[in-house]
């Protein structure tokens, strides 16, 4: 059984930072992509940043320059360091993974962790 766990969520004031981890776990035998997605309320949920196992990394245009993918292979976890936060990055974060398990590579989310920026 595959599982994300995230953390790292929580309230922060306007210009503020927060740091979200999620850690993955489980009978692994390799990750692809991880990534981290964001919904807000009445709202699709969309891509925040991506990180390849080659090291090739995605923002959306709207967190470019204030948010930093990072990974650690060797614990299976993903990072999203996220400075100068404005309001509107408001939302549940989510973690996804492409992951190898038992011979099958399939996409895993995590539950979500919520951010709320105050003004």
């Known amino acids: 059984q595959v599982q994300l766990v995230e953390s790292g969520g929580g309230l922060v004031q306007a210009g503020g930072s927060l740091r979200l981890s999620c850690a993955a776990s489980g009978s692994i035998s390799g990750i692809n992509a991880m990534g981290w997605y964001r919904q807000a309320p009445g709202k699709l949920r969309e891509l925040v940043a991506t990180?390849?196992?080659?090291?090739?990394?995605n923002y959306a245009d709207s967190v470019k320059g204030r948010f930093t993918i990072s990974r650690d292979n060797a614990k299976n976890t993903v990072y999203l360091q996220m400075n100068s936060l404005k309001p509107e990055d408001t939302a549940v974060y989510y973690c996804?993974?492409?992951?190898?398990?038992?011979?099958?590579?399939?996409?895993?989310w995590g539950q979500g962790t919520q951010v709320t920026v105050s003004s």
């Open positions: 990180h390849s196992n080659g090291g090739n990394t």
């Open positions: 996804q993974a492409d992951i190898w398990a038992k011979g099958i590579l399939r996409g895993y």
